[in-house]
């Protein structure tokens, strides 16, 4: 069976595999812009964004982790808008756009593994926080059974796709404020560890701006490049009447907040309490609540995790191996490895494969949005559309490849510090710039002969995106 006939096989299943190999067709678009945008709020209620505020304020000072946080909504923001509306005008996500954005089918695998090891990575950080609050409260229960336990539970409630994590996150949302203001209340009522306002606070020897500004950009750029990308699986199934409202929605309101409100609060809390684990401050705040706290807000990030991860591994198998044993396999291997890698401990040591993710997921998003923007819409370089069957694509298109390459080895020598601390701590960003103008420069170059092996007249004019 030829690629193009097993992708239209997939493309014909049931909305359970949520098209995974392929573009969502017109018809099946059909969620509003409210829905996603509440779906995408799974990473943005992260504890994470908690304990990112806290360290950066007790570390680096309130005001150089407030200044931080807006550079990241902005920054985060525009690139996530951008990304949302190529995802809802072609019907796919980051990883089938890659494959004629500039990557070629076999270029585009790789970055589609890449990407799946980075929420399987994320997947056991997020679970590794839960564990951890959980064993603080219960020691008797042995970590390992914890493990077992909440890395398997995100595995059946990811069985049935978009649909049922719509109603997950719809269901627990009104749980999470609910918790969120109990915590900031019991918070209010314990008496703060600084005397003056928390905006003010700022460590014996640090100053505002400066080296600890940079490094709080540092800390930001590690997360930065998932959020902006993670929108593109579920903004392919927005209805195309909520296009203008939509993309915005889903671009910006995740960063505003993840950065702004859930970091914001991190950096509150942090100051006030004088602690910058939020594993053990909302534990207590609010006891066994805040251990139900931690558990709602972690199974509600690691389910996106587990459908993000499941995706880029089919993509990747299908791709690479032919290999399509559909997506809830994927769902699977994706909360077993996580699984494993939680038991073997990888998470204390994340620290530099973390580093790289930053480096790799901003680069990879603005090739992306540069190759749509300025070479497809302004140079008129390449086809107006996005092609995702191998029949009609080159294995390699020296543009993207070449570009993400050449900006991630040299953004990683960057975050190392080879290249001096101003660099070392903007690295992702300084890699994301490199990438753009390599990208800008070898379409030129080569002339977009790379992008289609075979120009495609099946494809309906309202999925061109130039």
């Known amino acids: 069976m030829d690629s193009t006939n097993m992708t239209e096989n997939h493309l014909s299943e049931s909305k359970g595999d949520d098209y995974s190999l392929g573009r969502v067709p017109r018809e099946k678009r059909n969620m509003g812009w409210l829905s996603i945008t509440n779906i995408t709020f799974g990473i943005a209620t992260a504890i994470f964004y908690f304990q990112m505020g806290s360290v950066m304020a007790l570390q680096f000072g309130a005001i150089n982790a407030i200044i931080s946080a807006v550079y990241a909504i902005i920054v985060a923001g525009i690139l996530g808008t951008f990304i949302a509306y190529l995802s809802a005008k072609s019907g796919m996500n980051v990883n089938l756009i890659s494959r004629g954005g500039g990557f070629g089918y076999i270029g585009a695998s790789l970055t589609s593994l890449i990407y799946a090891t980075n929420f399987i990575m994320y997947c056991a950080l997020e679970g590794m926080i839960l564990v951890a609050a959980v064993h603080e409260f219960f020691p008797v229960i042995p970590e390992w059974a ?37 915590a900031i209340v019991m918070a209010f009522m314990t008496p703060s560890e600084y005397d003056g306002y928390f905006w003010s606070y700022m460590p014996e020897g640090v100053q505002a701006g400066g080296t600890a500004l940079l490094l709080c950009i540092g800390m930001q750029h590690g997360i930065m490049g998932l959020t902006p990308l993670l929108a593109s699986d579920y903004a392919r199934f927005l209805k195309p009447k909520d296009m203008k409202i939509g993309i915005f929605a889903i671009g910006f309101i995740p960063q505003i907040f993840c950065f702004g409100v859930m970091g914001g609060l991190g950096i509150w809390f942090g100051v006030r309490l004088g602690e910058p684990n939020p594993g053990v401050y909302i534990v207590l705040l609010l006891g066994i609540f805040g251990v139900l706290f931690t558990m ?17 591994l089919a993509n990747f198998f299908e791709n690479a191996f032919k290999f399509t044993p559909g997506r809830r396999f994927w769902v699977v291997v994706t909360g077993v490895a996580a699984i494993i890698l939680m038991l073997g401990g990888i998470v204390d040591h994340l620290e530099l494969a973390m580093t790289f993710q930053g480096v790799f997921l901003m680069t990879w998003a603005t090739i992306l949005v540069v ?3 300025i070479v497809k819409k302004l140079l ?4 107006g559309y996005y092609e995702a069957r191998q029949s009609n694509l080159f294995k390699w298109n020296p543009v993207g490849v070449t570009a993400l390459l050449i900006s991630c080895i040299l953004g990683t020598i960057a975050a190392l510090g080879f290249i001096g601390e101003f660099l070392q701590s903007t690295a992702a960003f300084f890699a994301a710039l490199l990438a753009a103008i390599i990208t800008i420069v070898l379409s030129i170059s080569t002339k977009g002969k790379y992008y289609v092996r075979k120009e495609a007249n099946d494809i309906d004019k309202e999925d061109y995106i130039a």
């Open 146 to 182: 914890l493990i077992l336990f909440f890395g398997t539970i995100v595995i059946p409630l990811n069985w049935f796709g978009i649909k049922q994590l719509d109603k997950l996150q719809k269901w627990s949302l009104p749980l999470f404020f609910v918790f969120l203001i109990a």
């Open 371 to 373: 190759d749509a923007v």
């Open 380 to 383: 008129k370089i390449g086809p």
């Open 296 to 312: 709602l807000t972690q199974i509600r990030i690691n389910i996106t995790n587990v459908y993000s991860g499941s995706l880029s």
